[in-house]
């Protein structure tokens, strides 16, 4: 689709392309005949202003670029919401991108993000390791970024997070206070997922507070984040004893559950299972899921009131937001 410009306006007219984008801005110095007749061609054409050109005259685009690591959950769409919430009422317009947890295509997105001259980045990372390099090089140019849920290795930002230790801890109680002496853990791959590593350590705590005993064999992490790699891993410790499964991800959660199904295993009576992420996909099986709740709108919100903050008073200071998130108990993980 080809957008008219004031160039087109000026050949049409045969004026110059001063005259008429001097007519456009009202200049007094323009006689209103000639305005009047530039004015009515551009409504003809159907000229429309570039409220990005406009915003650069002012220093800033007003506009937020998002990056998410992958749009097939409900978890990223949540915290969109909420990022566009904020960022509407404050006439920001908001650019998204999923990097499809590819950390090549998280910073391919990041490099036409800069090309867009975005005034602020919010970020949930593919890889707490990778494009360290270029997010710090960003903010070092004065664009500032935040990062939510899954933040990145030695670089000093504003989060929005959760406290996913502490969280899995009362998770994995739950399962022992139901009973539960032999829980698996499914878990992301540890050095892409700082989070993985959080709920892992919570996992690990509650095993050895309750003095049960831990099992290297039931205790891995998934090959990818999908429901099939969920379905996968259950494949991969059903010669081991475990009555109950603690998943990184509701995906992964639900793809053990299901996988467990169809081998006859009955859940709860049989296996227990629990996931971490609370999006509407842990409602709409059977039986429903027990999860972790991250506030997901709230952290979205959080996100952009910070990046807001931070475009708008031009501040360096690194900020902390822990957003607490609910254990939600659903009849996956009924007591005996």
Same mark, same amino acid.
């Given at each position: 689709?080809?957008?008219?410009?004031?160039?087109?306006?000026?050949?049409?007219?045969?004026?110059?392309?001063?005259?008429?984008?001097?007519?456009?801005?009202?200049?007094?110095?323009?006689?209103?005949?000639?305005?009047?007749?530039?004015?009515?061609?551009?409504h003809?054409?159907?000229?429309?202003?570039?409220?990005?050109?406009?915003?650069?005259?002012?220093?800033?685009?007003?506009?937020?670029?998002?990056?998410?690591?992958e749009?097939?959950?409900?978890?990223?769409?949540?915290?969109?919401? *909420?990022?566009?919430?904020?960022?509407?009422?404050?006439?920001?317009?908001?650019?998204?991108?999923?990097?499809?947890?590819?950390?090549?295509?998280?910073?391919?997105?990041?490099?036409?993000?800069?090309?867009?001259?975005?005034?602020?980045?919010?970020?949930?990372?593919?890889?707490?390791?990778?494009?360290?390099?270029?997010?710090?090089?960003?903010?070092?140019? *004065?664009?500032?970024?935040v990062?939510?849920?899954?933040?990145?290795?030695?670089?000093?930002?504003?989060?929005?997070? %959760?406290?996913?230790?502490?969280?899995?801890?009362?998770?994995?109680?739950?399962?022992?206070?139901?009973?539960?002496?032999?829980?698996?853990?499914?878990?992301?791959?540890?050095?892409?997922v700082?989070?993985?590593?959080?709920?892992?350590?919570?996992?690990?705590?509650? %095993?050895?507070?309750? *003095?049960?005993?831990?099992n290297?064999?039931?205790?891995?992490?998934?090959?990818?984040?999908?429901?099939?790699?969920?379905?996968?891993?259950?494949?991969?410790?059903?010669?081991?004893?475990?009555?109950?499964?603690?998943?990184?991800?509701?995906?992964?959660a639900?793809?053990?559950m299901?996988?467990?199904?169809?081998?006859?295993?009955?859940?709860?009576?049989? %296996?227990?299972?629990?996931?971490?992420?609370?999006?509407?996909?842990?409602?709409?099986?059977?039986?429903?899921?027990?999860?972790?709740?991250?506030?997901?709108?709230?952290?979205?919100?959080?996100?952009?009131?910070?990046?807001?903050?931070? %475009?708008?008073?031009?501040?360096?200071?690194?900020?902390?937001?822990?957003?607490?998130?609910?254990i939600?108990?659903?009849?996956?993980?009924?007591?005996?």
């Amino acid at each position: 689709m080809k957008y008219v410009t004031i160039k087109d306006i000026a050949k049409e007219l045969v004026v110059s392309v001063s005259t008429v984008s001097r007519a456009l801005n009202d200049d007094p110095n323009i006689s209103k005949e000639t305005r009047d007749k530039i004015i009515s061609t551009a409504h003809r054409m159907g000229y429309r202003r570039n409220p990005v050109a406009l915003n650069l005259k002012n220093g800033n685009t007003k506009t937020i670029g998002v990056l998410v690591p992958e749009m097939t959950t409900p978890y990223a769409a949540r915290v969109i919401e *909420g990022i566009q919430n904020v960022c509407y009422a404050k006439n920001y317009k908001v650019l998204i991108a999923s990097a499809s947890e590819d950390w090549e295509k998280e910073r391919m997105n990041l490099e036409v993000m800069k090309q867009f001259m975005i005034d602020g980045i919010i970020v949930c990372l593919c890889d707490y390791h990778k494009n360290t390099d270029i997010f710090q090089k960003v903010m070092d140019s *004065g664009v500032p970024v935040v990062f939510y849920d899954r933040i990145p290795y030695g670089i000093k930002a504003p989060e929005v997070i %959760i406290d996913d230790e502490t969280k899995a801890f009362f998770l994995v109680e739950h399962l022992i206070r139901s009973g539960r002496k032999h829980i698996a853990y499914i878990g992301a791959n540890s050095s892409v997922v700082y989070n993985s590593v959080l709920r892992h350590n919570g996992y690990i705590e509650a %095993i050895k507070r309750y *003095g049960l005993q831990y099992n290297p064999s039931i205790d891995i992490e998934a090959e990818g984040l999908s429901y099939f790699s969920g379905a996968a891993s259950v494949d991969r410790i059903l010669k081991e004893e475990f009555d109950a499964i603690f998943a990184f991800t509701d995906t992964l959660a639900i793809g053990a559950m299901n996988r467990l199904k169809s081998l006859g295993r009955k859940i709860p009576k049989d %296996i227990a299972v629990a996931g971490f992420s609370g999006t509407e996909l842990s409602t709409i099986v059977s039986p429903q899921l027990t999860t972790v709740e991250p506030p997901q709108f709230e952290m979205g919100q959080e996100a952009a009131r910070l990046i807001i903050k931070h %475009i708008d008073n031009d501040s360096s200071t690194t900020e902390e937001i822990v957003v607490d998130a609910n254990i939600i108990y659903r009849d996956s993980t009924e007591d005996y």
